[in-house]
T-cell receptor, first 113, second 112 residues
Framework: ETAVFQTPNYHVTQVGNEVSFNCKQT?????MYWYKQDSKKLLKIMFS???????VNETVPRRFSPQSSDKAHLNLRIKSVEPEDSAVYLC????????????FGAGTRLSVL | GEKVEQHQSTLSVREGDSAVINCTYT??????FPWYKQEAGKSLHFVID?????DRKQSQRLTVLLDKKAKRFSLHITATQPEDSAIYFC???????????FGQGTSLSVVP
């Protein structure tokens, strides 16, 4: 049963455009994450938010920025997309009692032309 | 930082046989060892985990073995079925706020 919702499923855009991806979780979890999965299926954490505070920020390019209005929502904005940003972006959440178990959304596939 | 390796990029087994997927890590502080499964065209979902206070955990056809000395843990799947075909990722962790580092994934194919 899906409880981490991501929109859109797919997005095609051109280099230099701005894009935003949305993520909402209905599990009541306290921490949310964004992961990037490249064409080789490699997963890399980008951000995580706990109580609206950024607690992990791996060295991603500055054009990426997470945005959170409350603990159930964590959006991802890319200011000026580059070809290497083409990937699947996965949102996840984890509960306070079991922070290391992640629940993933279906992902947003970004294609940059 | 933590370095996680899954040296088998692909694994093929016959339906009904057992499959073993391995994962090595470098951080001696790692204390939580989960496995995630990604079926074709789908997202990841948690399948089983083990914590550092035990060296074996079983859930139905899945068993996780942990060798802390060798810094290695493995996923054993018995009586494999076609629906076990997927990419399996290990993701050992040591921090309180998850900073899971994922392995490269092992693509398991269960052939009839």
């Amino acid at each position: 049963e899906t409880a981490v919702f991501q929109t859109p499923n797919y997005h095609v855009t051109q280099v230099g455009n701005e894009v935003s991806f949305n993520c909402k979780q209905t599990l009541g979890h306290d921490t949310m994450y964004w992961y990037k999965q490249d064409s080789k299926k490699l997963l890399k954490i980008m951000f995580s938010y706990n109580n609206k505070q950024l607690i992990v920020n791996e060295t991603v390019p500055r054009r990426f920025s997470p945005q959170s209005s409350d603990k159930a929502h964590l959006n991802l904005r890319i200011k000026s997309v580059e070809p290497e940003d083409s990937a699947v972006y996965l949102c996840a959440s984890s509960p306070l009692r079991d922070e290391n178990t992640l629940y993933f959304g279906a992902g947003t596939r970004l294609s940059v032309l | 930082g933590e370095k996680v390796e899954q040296h088998q990029s692909t694994l093929s087994v016959r339906e009904g046989d057992s499959a073993v997927i391995n994962c090595t890590y470098t951080d001696t502080a790692s204390s939580y060892f989960p496995w995630y499964k990604q079926e074709a065209g789908k997202s990841l979902h948690f399948v089983i985990d083990i914590r550092s206070n035990v060296d074996r955990k079983q859930s139905q056809r899945l068993t996780v073995l942990l060798d802390k000395k060798a810094k290695r843990f493995s996923l054993h799947i018995t009586a494999t079925q076609p629906e076990d075909s997927a990419i399996y990722f290990c993701a050992p962790s040591s921090s309180s706020f998850s900073k899971l580092v994922f392995g490269q994934g092992t693509s398991l194919s269960v052939v009839p």
